[in-house]
């Protein structure tokens, strides 16, 4: 018996065509802003001046002012928004990644041309004070957002960066207030945020509860305990129980004196330093060490990790503990670096801008960081707007982080992909 061979003729090839994805995401984004741009400063232009000031009387070097006109800068800044769309359109059509740092450059140009329109005639517009609150209220979402690049690389979704932030504030109050140490108050933040990764590690990875289920439930959880305790306790004697030492501030000779960059970056406190140091870390380990390889495969294709000998579950297990350590830490700003004492809720929903963070980062640690500076930046938007007397209503000002958070990560993300095993339980066959 015999087979006939299939033959292909040469006039019929076969063509194997790479599939094309486009993402429109981001060039509908930047369409929506030029729009705005062209209702802010065409419909509601503005004449006059604007001043950008760069310096304050104690800075030890001062530069000058920066004075534009306000609607030939504001014409200018429309025209190159259009143009950076059209590159985004073009990209997108030729199934091409619309790069983070065309968004960036985007952003940039945006928030020039609207500080222009918004400070027109008014007071100046003070550019280090909005870069230096833009870092201080960026900590806790860094330490939040590494927290959850850890969490989720190892396949687990913290929806409890709240929580963790949450038991941070209260426990680093209590903690420094009653030793009077704010070292040991950092270290207390930090245990709490591992014991509320703890409950979730457990749940979600032990008995196999849904991760995000497990998360809700513990931010409800820690914030009904939290406001308790601080009704029944704290509040009941202040002085002893929530009134921790103020971190001290540590300027960086030579380094410190830099205009714009030395005060914004080198005369912080120590938590500051520690965030730095935090970002390379988790970075470094990430993607430069054994540890960032086990836990990106776990998070990835935890079968294959378990074939080459890695205990999935200990390994995630052990992760999400650290990635609660690491937002505990970010909670303990609030009470030991910005506001000095505890109060009821007062992480106001800054971690669920730090979990929009790891997704607008697209899960790596660098691009949540920036994130994490934008959203920062856009809630002391706000303050500076008040300070300088801008027409934008007050109400506004109060809704822009969480505008910002939802344009972020329902536009400018594009196309992203979290870790294949992300929120998917593991169990051994």
């Known amino acids: ?249 540590w300027p960086i000779p030579v380094l410190s004196d830099i205009p714009i960059i030395g005060p914004v970056l080198f005369q912080q406190s120590i938590i500051e330093y520690l965030m730095y140091i935090a970002i390379f870390v988790v970075w470094f380990g990430l993607f430069r060490t054994r540890w960032g390889l086990r836990l990106r495969s776990v998070g990835e294709h935890p079968e294959a990790a378990d074939t080459v000998g890695i205990n999935v579950n200990s390994t995630r297990f052990w992760n999400v503990s650290l990635a609660g350590a690491v937002a505990g830490l970010g909670g303990a700003y609030f009470t030991l670096g910005s506001v000095g004492a505890f109060s009821k809720e007062m992480t106001a929903g800054q971690g669920f801008i730090a979990l929009a963070a790891v997704i607008f980062g697209r899960w790596d640690p660098i691009k949540a960081t920036l994130a994490a500076l934008l959203f920062g930046f856009a809630t002391n938007l706000q303050n500076v707007l008040g300070t300088i007397g801008s027409p934008v209503p007050s109400e506004f000002m109060l809704m822009l982080p969480y505008i910002v958070t939802i344009f972020a990560v329902a536009g400018l993300v594009g196309l992203s992909r979290a870790p294949a095993a992300d929120g998917k339980p593991y169990i051994k066959s």
């Open 1 to 249: 018996m015999s087979t006939a061979t299939p033959v292909i003729p040469d006039s019929s090839p076969i063509v194997l065509e790479k599939a094309q994805i486009r993402s429109w995401k981001a060039p509908i984004a930047f369409g929506i802003f030029v729009l705005i741009s062209l209702i802010l400063f065409f419909g509601f232009p503005r004449h006059g001046t604007s001043t950008f000031k760069f310096t304050e009387t104690t800075d030890k070097v001062a530069l000058p002012n920066l004075v534009v006109d306000t609607f030939s800068t504001t014409v200018i800044v429309t025209i190159i928004l259009a143009i950076l769309t059209a590159v985004a359109f073009y990209l997108s059509w030729q199934a091409r990644k619309v790069s983070l740092w065309l968004v960036i450059g985007f952003a940039l140009v945006f928030m020039f041309g609207f500080l222009a329109w918004a400070g027109s005639g008014e007071l100046p517009v003070p550019i280090t004070g909005l870069l230096l609150g833009t870092v201080s209220l960026s900590v806790p979402l860094v330490f939040g957002a590494l927290g959850g690049v850890i969490s989720e690389r190892g396949g687990v979704v913290n929806v409890a960066i709240e929580g963790q932030l949450l038991a941070g504030a209260f426990v680093s109050a209590m903690t420094a207030t009653l030793t009077g140490s704010w070292a040991v108050g950092l270290i207390a933040a930090m245990v709490a945020g591992v014991l509320v990764s703890f409950v979730l590690a457990a749940f979600s990875i032990k008995y196999l509860v849904d991760q995000v289920i497990v998360g809700v439930v513990l931010n409800v959880l820690v914030t009904g305990l939290t406001s308790f305790l601080y009704s029944k306790v704290l509040a009941q004697d202040a002085a002893l129980l929530n009134h921790p030492p103020r971190l001290p501030e």
